[in-house]
């Protein structure tokens, strides 16, 4: 019988989790398989789980399912794929039993298909020499003869080529590309194998199209950000997994005019310049990846350098902020029911403490039927929505006429349009103001600022460049404060705190709020440490009364801790669950519950 098998092993403090299915391959989800996953994911909390269970899977024949606990100190992650050909799952491990161990995994393609080859992979493994964790992009070694065949291809390649990749789709671009090599190959007479052209061409690709050696660090959805700090020093990766955290790779410009090149090709495809005399850049990619970029000046002491915060194909979802212990299903069912019900958000914290991720699962809980209008200086929001309309801001360029629309141009603008709800990416300046004008009018709005606590956030309102009337603040309702830190040798990201605006003293100058939710580090949970103000108000003007809103709320929890359960990931399928649940929660919950 062709069979597939599920190897997961999870590497955690203080126990070593494995667990085993042999099922057949059209099988491959099962309540049972999900019970011993979930199972899995007590003993991640600390709990011993050792359970053994057979059980007969209707027309396809016995399953087996075993999960242990076992093992000493040992830190890491796991990674788990399943094809028919064969399945692997490797950790990544520090301390106690299992010192050293690794975690591969494949970054182009990034889901290589059955009998697809990979050209480059991850290879994250701890370095005894060091005391930290490596990054390792492995590619295809190439033989003297290649190498000098590529080197001589690239050349020939950059004189005869007279388009620009940026403008065609990736598809297209690879079509012309192969074609040109395979001319070029016949033309010199180079006699090569399939497989040292497929080598050849993954190459001249990753050179030609993407972003030469760090297209690879590109290409993996598990890395947030990505810093060259100079000529010859290796590039640094922010990994998502806490355990992993901020790791250094194997990537490094060695050479100060390549760097140089590197970043003035970036610039280009940013649809921007930089140069000595002005060596400072802000733009976005054209996959909307964010670049910070500095030219080798007397400003860049080590040399050119930048950093790329990168842009997320499929953006996470509540289900990811649960896995990640960022929020509990308490506090987020609490978000949800009070964005549905058209109470304005404002998501504060400081640099990557992940406000735009919360923003974006925040815009998920928004009904299918409403009107969205979303403002940025990049585009970063991701949104199912069919009735969403993205607008991003724009800067002047001299010489072209093309004038600068920024985010205070595209919010009056906005207002116009009729929304039902208002995103804007982050409120720097004078923008501010139309927004809270706007909260104060009744339109729902969700927003970003740096700002890591009430006291900060105040100064920040009422100070230049936002320089607020203080008697629009209490047009805001809540406040949800994020902060990135390093718990427990491992960096995370928590909810500090959610707080309720009261509403604004103006005899104190201050504003009279109300803590709702609040982080006890002792023992990473979530407290619910006062009665909410704001679901009493919610209560008034929607006719609920105070029991209706607390059943509404653990109704809410229960799909929240269905998608958990589930590991529903993709945004797509998460919309798809809530809709099912607006569209008819009591059949959506009876479905869940039988499930």
């Not at 598809?171 to 180079?190: H, P, R, S, V, W």
């Not at 209008?373 to 360029?397: G, N, Y």
């Not at 959610?498 to 982080?519: A, C, L, Q, S, Y």
């Not at 809410?556 to 649940?581: G, Q, S, T």
Request: one cysteine or more; hydrophobic letters at 40%; proline letters at 4%.
């Amino acid at each position: 019988m062709n069979v597939a098998r599920i190897v997961a092993r999870k590497l955690i403090k203080g126990y070593k989790i494995k667990t085993t299915v042999k099922k057949p391959v059209k099988y491959v989800e099962h309540r049972r398989v999900r019970a011993a996953a979930g199972a899995a994911g007590k003993a991640e909390k600390g709990e011993v789980v050792k359970v053994v269970e057979k059980f007969e899977i209707p027309s396809l024949g016995e399953a087996k399912v075993k999960i242990s606990a076992g093992g000493v100190g040992a830190v890491g992650v796991g990674k788990v794929w399943v094809s028919t050909a064969g399945v692997g799952a490797v950790g990544v491990g520090i301390g106690g039993a299992e010192k050293f161990t690794q975690l591969k995994y494949s970054l182009i393609p990034s889901k290589p298909r059955k009998d697809e080859s990979v050209f480059a992979y991850a290879n994250i493994k701890w370095d005894d020499t060091s005391k930290r964790y490596i990054y390792m992009v492995v590619e295809p070694k190439l033989s003297p003869k290649l190498e000098k065949m590529l080197k001589r291809i690239k050349e020939l390649l950059e004189e005869r080529l007279d388009i620009d990749f940026s403008k065609l789709k990736k598809f297209e671009a690879k079509e012309y590309l192969n074609k040109q090599i395979t001319e070029l190959l016949e033309y010199f007479g180079f006699e090569i194998t399939k497989s040292e052209k497929d080598v050849l061409r993954y190459y001249i690709e990753r050179d030609f199209i993407g972003l030469g050696k760090i297209e690879p660090l590109m290409q993996d959805d598990q890395i947030e950000d990505i810093s060259c700090d100079g000529v010859g020093i290796p590039i640094f990766v922010f990994h998502r997994d806490p355990k992993i955290g901020s790791v250094m790779t194997n990537v490094v410009f060695e050479d100060g005019n390549e760097l140089d090149s590197f970043i003035i090709r970036m610039a280009q495809l940013c649809g921007k310049s930089i140069s000595v005399a002005s060596p400072l850049l802000d733009g976005a990619l054209p996959d909307g990846s964010r670049l910070q970029a500095t030219l080798a000046t007397d400003i860049a002491r080590r040399g050119s350098n930048f950093t790329i915060r990168k842009f997320t194909k499929n953006p996470l979802t509540p289900t990811h902020l649960l896995n990640y212990g960022t929020l509990d299903v308490r506090s987020l069912a609490y978000l949800w029911f009070v964005v549905d019900y058209g109470c304005s958000v404002l998501v504060c914290g400081g640099t990557a403490s992940g406000k735009t991720t919360l923003l974006n699962v925040l815009s998920l809980f928004i009904k299918p039927d409403k009107k969205i209008v979303s403002i940025e200086d990049t585009a970063e929001l991701r949104l199912p929505h069919p009735h969403w309309v993205p607008t991003v801001a724009r800067t002047s360029i001299a010489g072209e006429g093309i004038k600068e629309v920024d985010l205070f141009d595209l919010l009056k603008s906005s207002f116009r349009q009729r929304p039902d709800y208002i995103i804007v990416g982050e409120v720097r300046g004078k923008e501010a103001y139309i927004l809270f004008q706007q909260m104060a009018t009744g339109h729902p709005s969700l927003a970003t600022i740096h700002a890591e606590n009430i006291t900060k956030l105040m100064d920040r309102l009422t100070s230049p460049p936002i320089d607020l009337p203080p008697g629009l603040i209490g047009s805001l309702d809540l406040i949800v404060f994020l902060q990135r830190m390093k718990y427990k040798d491992k960096f995370v990201r928590r909810m500090n705190e959610v707080i309720e605006m009261v509403r604004f003293d103006p005899g104190m100058h201050r504003p009279v709020v109300n803590t709702v939710f609040k982080w006890n580090s002792m023992n990473d949970t979530f407290e619910n440490v006062g009665k909410s103000v704001m679901l009493k108000k919610i209560a008034d003007r929607s006719g609920l009364t105070e029991r209706e809103i607390k059943e509404e709320l653990k109704r809410r929890m229960i799909v929240l801790a269905w998608l958990k359960e589930n590991n529903i990931l993709d945004y797509r399928d998460v919309h798809r669950v809530f809709n099912a649940y607006y569209t008819d929660p009591d059949g959506t919950l009876s479905t869940m519950m039988g499930d």
